[in-house]
């Protein structure tokens, strides 16, 4: 079935760090992928997605290629602020349809 | 954006008694939406999708007479937990989608304590 793996965390870096957290996926054709946000205490939050093969998926200074080649949608940012300090999920959309399969979530502290 | 409605953000009940969660889309309507369980550190684990007009389709292990989902309408879903026990401390998490494929849009959660 599909599946979507992440780099385990957490990862910590100072502010304006350059940021990567690798995602993989296995998945049959090329479903939508999307990467959600997770603030402490709130719900998730749609951060960025690439709905094909080669689009660029980017917000918030935040960017993610949909590489097909190599099954991957690494989440990437220049420079990290103390307030990207979250958890970070990976996701395809599956089916076709509604359902979502999330990967583990990385932790990422940011520090002053 | 799109915006879901989680109520209440936060609960606490006794061993046994019943609760039961709200997940409203406000400014779309959403023919199905998803329930999830979040342990400390951990992943979403999805409990149950639930489809407008008909009998929610639960995932493997979750006890569909503890966890009832009722949605009655395409911008509302009901989760109760009967009978609460400590072990179902968790954090629920909503979420829904107006078309398929689209980004799902969460609930802000809801922490379950029993004591």
């Known amino acids: 079935g599909n599946s979507v793996t992440q780099m385990e965390g957490p990862v910590t870096l100072s502010e304006e760090a350059f940021l990567t957290i690798n995602c993989t996926y296995t998945a049959t054709g090329y479903p939508p992928l999307f990467w959600y946000v997770q603030y402490p205490g709130e719900g998730l939050q749609l951060l960025l997605k690439a709905t094909k093969a080669d689009d660029k998926g980017s917000n918030k200074g935040f960017e993610a290629t949909y590489r097909k080649e190599t099954t991957s949608f690494h989440l990437e940012k220049g420079s990290v602020q103390v307030s990207d300090s979250a958890v970070y999920f990976c996701?395809?959309?599956?089916?076709?349809?509604?359902?979502?399969?999330f990967g583990a979530g990385t932790r990422l502290f940011v520090k002053a | 954006g799109a915006v879901v409605s989680q109520h209440p953000s936060w609960v606490i009940c006794k061993s046994g008694t019943s609760v039961k969660i709200e997940c409203r889309s406000l400014d779309f309507q959403a023919t199905t939406m998803f329930w999830y369980r979040q342990f400390p550190k951990q992943s979403l684990m999805l409990m149950a999708t639930s489809n407008e007009g008909s009998k929610a389709t639960y995932e493997q292990g979750v006890e569909k007479d503890k966890f009832l989902i009722n949605h009655a309408s395409l911008t509302l879903s009901t989760l109760t937990v009967t009978s609460a026990h400590p072990e179902d401390s968790s954090f629920y998490i909503c979420?829904?989608?107006?078309?398929?494929?689209?980004?799902?849009?969460f609930g802000n959660g809801t922490r379950l304590t029993v004591t």
């Open positions: 979420s829904a989608s107006g078309t398929a494929n689209s980004p799902l849009h």
């Open positions: 996701a395809l959309s599956e089916g076709g349809g509604f359902k979502t399969i």
